[in-house]
């Protein structure tokens, strides 16, 4: 895959389409509702700082919890937007994050303290910020799991370091673009610091022996895959 096919393939997703949308509507808003010149400032550097906090803090201890599958009715919200994502990390209709999912976490995270700093014109700029991100964090995402290898340095290191959390061990690394969150709160790691492989990176935690207990994401999956995705392809072939 080449640079400009990522890009229009990226380009063409519908929740891509929907999140530039809301973005135009956002500036309208601020347009509309003007918080004058430093509050915007402040409202999109507030959520430049509070967003990627806010998505390490719900990568951890929500998505990697584990409790969402233990309750019925948030079993296949947990399926859709996290586990089938680690079954098979590179499985482009999984990839993007749903928009019922994702919008309202980026205005949990950024509307109040845009509303604090700004009135309704920060809140239009802190939520437009976070959206804007969030586009940052879906296109960087394609590149650490489609089949385009980076010439820079910087972003080789974010792949880098996505895949072992992918691929390696599951508990570290929950960043996608942003590993200082990682580094403060002690969860950024490299391969090598580890001697051993997760023996549920791809499943999570969510085991036979889990299922038993808590069978939902189980029937919703038709049973549960084991063992690295191609190996799985393979013998599926």
């Not at 990226?10 to 509702?33: D, E, P």
Request: charged content about 15%; hydrophobic content about 45%; glycine content about 8%.
């Amino acid at each position: 895959m080449t640079f400009g096919q990522l890009v229009a393939a990226y380009f063409q997703h519908y929740t891509i389409v929907a999140y530039l949308a809301i973005t135009a509507l956002c500036v309208l808003g601020s347009a509309i509702w003007p918080a004058g010149l430093w509050p915007t400032v402040l409202s999109i550097g507030a959520a430049v700082v509070i967003y990627p906090l806010v998505w390490h803090l719900l990568h951890q201890y929500v998505l990697h919890g584990q409790w969402m599958y233990r309750i019925k009715w948030l079993s296949l919200t947990w399926k859709r937007i996290h586990y089938d994502h680690h079954q098979d990390p590179n499985h482009l209709e999984v990839l993007f994050g749903a928009l019922h999912t994702t919008l309202p976490v980026v205005a949990i995270a950024t509307v109040p303290i845009g509303w604090l700093i700004g009135g309704a014109g920060g809140a239009f700029a802190a939520l437009a910020t976070g959206i804007l991100t969030t586009c940052y964090y879906e296109f960087m995402h394609c590149i650490q799991h489609l089949s385009f290898k980076p010439r820079w340095k910087w972003v080789q290191f974010m792949k880098q370091r996505h895949n072992e959390h992918h691929y390696f061990d599951e508990d570290g690394n929950y960043g996608i673009t942003n590993y200082l969150w990682d580094r403060l709160l002690g969860t950024y790691y490299e391969k090598k610091d580890r001697p051993e492989r997760s023996p549920t990176v791809f499943n999570l935690g969510y085991t036979e022996e889990v299922a038993a207990h808590y069978p939902w994401v189980k029937e919703l999956s038709g049973g549960i895959a084991s063992g690295h995705p191609r190996r799985r392809a393979m013998v599926r072939d």
